[in-house]
């Protein structure tokens, strides 16, 4: 897989999704608990990893200040938040719900609002958020990450229309069930993906087994992000293998 173009990106990540260090010149990888501090070059090669606590704009800022010293700007701004948990509305924690909406979305705002006042001033910019299946639809015991999910769609179709006029693409990329750690929520709701399957059928239509692999998420951003892609914004690129037909 090449790199797009040679631009200089940052990602968020909540060590749980997706990144491929290979492909990308920076990463910045934030978890919900920790606060703002550089963890140093990342293990893999790629970039340094920074880490910060993504609901405070202020630690927010002063990442993206040490990702602009590290590369000199931000070109791109890849979102991939994901905190998940299953449990009805009424039995759910209030902190449980501020965990998944603050990251997922009160996260995205603030990087994007970080990243923006550069990206206007060269008049060029792109700016992906990771959504889901669930930005359309909802699944069972899923209300926090059903509203923090759709309210990413609102999110880039408002960015798309602002940040237009000065060069800035803002787009969506929302995957089916993938398989990393962060869909097996075993922990608050064992047996939840077998109930949610035979609720809504195939996972995935090519192999009605089979989860989609990672990397077919990051090919789709590796293109959004590209010059290929200049002339898509406000988007929201779904890939689901087929769930949401199902």
Known sequence: MTRPD???PAETDARRGLTDPADIAALIASDHRDPFGVLGPHPDG??????????????????VEQA?????????????????SAAELEEMAPETWSAVI???????????????????????G????TGSVESFIALSKNAHYAAAKHGLLGLTRALAI??????????????????TPMLQIVDTAPGWMDETAALTGAWNL???EALLDPEEITNAMLWLASDAADLVTGTSLVVDGGFLLA
């Open 206 to 208: 090519f192999d009605r």
């Open 46 to 63: 790629g970039g340094t990893v920074l880490r910060c606590f993504r609901p405070d704009a202020a630690a927010v800022e002063a990442m």
């Open 102 to 124: 603050d990251t997922m979305l009160g996260g995205a705002a603030n990087c994007a609002k970080a990243v923006i006042p550069g990206m206007k001033e060269r008049g060029r």
């Open 68 to 84: 602009i010293s590290e590369l000199g700007k931000v070109d791109i701004l890849i979102h991939n938040a994901g905190v998940n």
């Open 6 to 8: 040679p631009r200089q």
């Open 162 to 179: 602002d940040l237009a006029p000065h060069g800035i693409n803002v787009n969506l990329v929302c995957p089916g069930g993938i398989d």
């Open 126 to 129: 792109k700016i992906l958020f």
